[in-house]
Nanobody, 128 residues
Framework: QVQLVESGGGLVQAGGSRRLSCAAS????????MAWFRQASGKEREFVAT????????GHADSVKGRFTISRDNAKNTLYLQMNNLKPEDTAVYYC?????????????????????WGQGTQVTVSS
């Protein structure tokens, strides 16, 4: 069973950048597909980005494409989300998620129910 701990959240001005990290432990990190989701106050949790276990395949939500980049360092058991040109509508609690997967890539996993393990989340607030 893998444990996930997010960090890097905080207050940032619109147009600014932030990098989130998700440290994984308790499992073989390179065996998991990983993702970032976010949940704004009063809204459903939504998909942000996903990355295959090797890091060679990624997918991003249209709302963040071109601004956010997901990456991973399997040697450090860490997932990242680089967020640039932040907007007030990016304000949310950001969660990392993991699911054990085979090495065969079947496409980006964008649904909440596809992920087994979740972190506690980190708050990102973008001021206008």
């Amino acid at each position: 069973q893998v444990q996930l701990v997010e960090s890097g959240g905080g207050l940032v001005q619109a147009g600014g950048s932030r990098r989130l990290s998700c440290a994984a432990s308790g499992g073989t990190f390179s065996s998991y597909a990983m993702a970032w989701f976010r949940q704004a106050s009063g809204k459903e949790r939504e998909f942000v980005a996903t990355i295959h276990r090797s890091g060679g395949k990624t997918g991003h939500a249209d709302s963040v494409k071109g601004r956010f980049t997901i990456s991973r360092d399997n040697a450090k058991n860490t997932l990242y989300l680089q967020m640039n040109n932040l907007k007030p509508e990016d304000t949310a609690v950001y969660y990392c998620a993991a699911v054990l997967t085979s090495g065969y890539y079947t496409g980006p996993k964008t649904l909440r129910d596809e992920y087994t393990y979740w972190g506690q989340g980190t708050q990102v607030t973008v001021s206008s």
